[in-house]
């Protein structure tokens, strides 16, 4: 669906969307860190289904089939051109999975400083009392 689109294109409006919507549903400071985990994990299943939308579709290997012999290859334009086509699959391919890397490991952190930030105010409001 976007595999037509550069990945940077749709990695900057993912990013874009994270912060307007964090900023936007969370204003106040007085907010419990789970509702932020809940809107982080919510962006973060947007983010990857996008990315999954960004994928290439290809066909089997075995469409183009199997030759044994040099002669069983009609023309190097039919090699060339499946040949090509594979290489941008998976150069498209690598970069989906490297942004999804990142991201996951971004949301997975933040996710991580949210819990533990929810924690130390949860027992520094036990020790003031």
């Known amino acids: 669906m976007f595999k037509d689109i550069p990945i940077i ?8 969307m994270y912060l307007i919507a964090y900023f936007v549903r969370f204003r106040n400071k007085n907010v419990d860190a789970f509702d932020k985990m809940k809107l982080s994990l919510v962006l973060f299943g947007i983010y990857a289904i996008v990315l999954w939308l960004c994928l290439p579709t ?7 089939g199997y030759p044994e012999t040099a ?3 009609k023309t190097d334009g039919q090699i060339l051109r499946l040949l090509q086509d594979y290489n941008k699959a998976i150069v498209r391919t690598a970069n989906v999975l490297h942004w999804f890397l990142f991201g996951f490991i971004f949301f ?3 996710n991580i400083y949210l819990y533990t930030t929810h924690r130390e105010n949860q027992f520094n409001s036990k020790n003031k009392q």
């Open 71 to 73: 002669s069983d290859i």
């Open 9 to 16: 294109y749709v990695i900057a409006s993912l990013f874009l």
């Open 58 to 64: 290809t066909p089997a290997l075995e469409t183009f």
């Open 108 to 110: 997975f952190m933040t």
